[in-house]
């Protein structure tokens, strides 16, 4: 019976002794807001959809030019001409805005398509971090989830991992 409890004892003992995890967390918003890539990404969206606003502009001032044109023919010709010219321009019109939604659609698409592969990005790389530098776990913190409400700032490693992030980043451009 002392043997057991002294074995109990001593498996207590070396259970007490063993090194807790480290645990650490990241802030997902800090981290993807300001991680290099995902501001590169930033700027080429706004160029693209620059863009695209110029050739809509242009577009729609074409659109408007016919119709203009169309009105003044329109004010001069018979009924039956009139009726061809509104429906003329109403085609042109309703071909306008598909080319406009068309347009809109593949930017969005590409833009969250973009977005996805960045952030499935980060999370592998957080992983790879968690990993090389001996962390039993990273989590995340998220303003908008609250998975994670508090966390002491010494266990904040987003600085480092933005840091190592950004420095992969600019070693593959």
């Given at each position: 019976m002392?043997?057991?409890?002294?074995?109990?004892?001593?498996?207590?003992?070396?259970?007490s002794?063993?090194?807790?995890?480290?645990?650490?967390?990241?802030?997902?918003s800090?981290?993807?807001?300001?991680?290099q890539?995902?501001?590169?990404l930033?700027?080429?969206f706004?160029?693209?959809?620059?863009?695209?606003n110029k050739?809509?502009d242009?577009?729609q001032q074409?659109f408007?030019?016919?119709?203009?044109?169309a009105?003044e023919?329109?004010?001069?010709a018979?009924?039956?001409?009139?009726?061809?010219?509104?429906v003329?321009?109403?085609?042109?019109g309703e071909r306008?805005?598909q080319?406009?939604?068309?347009?809109?659609?593949?930017i969005?698409?590409?833009?969250?398509?973009?977005?996805?592969?960045?952030?499935?990005?980060?999370?592998?790389?957080?992983?790879?971090?968690?990993e090389?530098?001996?962390?039993?776990y990273?989590?995340?913190?998220n303003e908008?989830?609250g998975n994670?409400y508090?966390?002491?700032?010494?266990?904040?490693?987003t600085?480092?991992?933005?840091?190592?992030?950004?420095?992969k980043?600019?070693?593959?451009?």
């Amino acid at each position: 019976m002392k043997k057991l409890i002294v074995l109990a004892i001593a498996a207590l003992g070396l259970y007490s002794c063993q090194e807790s995890a480290k645990i650490a967390f990241v802030d997902n918003s800090e981290l993807i807001n300001e991680y290099q890539e995902k501001k590169d990404l930033e700027g080429k969206f706004t160029t693209i959809i620059d863009g695209f606003n110029k050739r809509k502009d242009s577009m729609q001032q074409m659109f408007n030019l016919e119709l203009k044109q169309a009105q003044e023919t329109a004010a001069k010709a018979s009924p039956k001409k009139q009726q061809e010219l509104s429906v003329k321009i109403q085609q042109l019109g309703e071909r306008l805005d598909q080319q406009i939604k068309i347009e809109q659609n593949r930017i969005s698409e590409e833009s969250r398509t973009q977005n996805d592969s960045l952030v499935s990005s980060v999370k592998k790389f957080v992983a790879e971090y968690g990993e090389t530098n001996g962390y039993d776990y990273i989590l995340g913190k998220n303003e908008f989830t609250g998975n994670m409400y508090y966390g002491k700032e010494k266990h904040d490693i987003t600085k480092a991992v933005l840091e190592a992030l950004n420095k992969k980043y600019a070693d593959k451009k």
